[in-house]
C-alpha cells in the first residue's frame, strides 16, 4: 500500500518563473493539504482540496494555487516565483472531515535561485 | 483560531536521561493534537495522537503525551533518551478537517 507520494523531490527555479509540484495521497485518502516548511521553521498551512475544490486556505497569496483530480491527486502552483518561496513542500493526505491519522509525503525542494 | 506554542527552541539532554518537550495549545473547539518528528532532510513522522479519547497517549519509540486541558498543555516526554532521538519535533493541533497548525518546532539534541 503506498504512502504519499511527491514530485519532484528536488528543483531549482529563477525568479519570475512557474513551477508546479504533484501529490498522489495514500490509497483510499479523499482529502490532500499543502504545506510550506521554510528552513529552521515549522510547516505552514497552504490550502486543503476535497472534492477538487478549495475547502480551506492559510495565509498564503493568490501566486499559490491548486487543483485536484477525480483521483484526489493534486497540484500545487506557484508563479511569479520569488526567493522567499524556496522551501520544503509537504502534502498530507487524510480523510475529509475526520480525526484520523493524516500522512505526510517526503516533500519537494524547491530552491529560487 | 487554533495554534500551539512550542515553548522551547532547543532543548539538550544527555544520553539515558528523561526528555521533556513542551507544547501549549489554543482552540476554541476540542482539539485534536499530534506530535510529529522530522529527522533531517526527511519527511515528517507522527509519534503519537490525542483525538479525545484517554489523556495519557503512548505512542512510537518510547514516547508519551499526556492532554491536560486545564493547563492547555501537551507535552511530550521520554523516560531515557537515546542518541536516535535527536531531530526537529513539532507539536500539532487540529480541530475541523485536518486543518493542522504546527508549532515552530523543538529542536532535541542528545549528548553522548
Known amino acids: 500500500d503506498a504512502g504519499v507520494t511527491q514530485s519532484p523531490t528536488h528543483l531549482i527555479k529563477t525568479r519570475g518563473q512557474q513551477v508546479t509540484l504533484r501529490c498522489s495521497p495514500k490509497s483510499g485518502h479523499d482529502t490532500v493539504s499543502w504545506y510550506q516548511q521554510a528552513l529552521g521553521q515549522g510547516p505552514q498551512f497552504i490550502f486543503q482540496y476535497y472534492e477538487e475544490e478549495e475547502r480551506q486556505r492559510g495565509n498564503f497569496p493568490d501566486r499559490f494555487s491548486g487543483h485536484q483530480f477525480p483521483n484526489y491527486s493534486s497540484e500545487l502552483n506557484v508563479n511569479a516565483l520569488l526567493l522567499g518561496d524556496s522551501a520544503l513542500y509537504l502534502c498530507a493526505s487524510s480523510f475529509f472531515g475526520a480525526k484520523d491519522t493524516i500522512y505526510f509525503g517526503e516533500g519537494s525542494w524547491l530552491t529560487v535561485v | 483560531a487554533q495554534s500551539v506554542t512550542q515553548l522551547d527552541s532547543h532543548v539538550s539532554v544527555s544520553e539515558g536521561t528523561p526528555v521533556l518537550l513542551r507544547c501549549n495549545y489554543s482552540s476554541s473547539y476540542s482539539p485534536s493534537l499530534f506530535w510529529y518528528v522530522q529527522h533531517p532532510n526527511k519527511g515528517l513522522q507522527l509519534l503519537l495522537k490525542y483525538t479525545s479519547a484517554a489523556t495519557l497517549v503512548k505512542g512510537i519509540n518510547g514516547f508519551e503525551a499526556e492532554f491536560k486541558k486545564s493547563e492547555t498543555s501537551f507535552h511530550l516526554t521520554k523516560p531515557s533518551a537515546h542518541m536516535s532521538d535527536a531531530a526537529e519535533y513539532f507539536c500539532?493541533?487540529?480541530?475541523?478537517?485536518?486543518?493542522?497548525?504546527f508549532g515552530a518546532g523543538t529542536r532535541l539534541t542528545v549528548k553522548p
Open positions: 500539532v493541533v487540529s480541530v475541523f478537517n485536518n486543518d493542522m497548525r
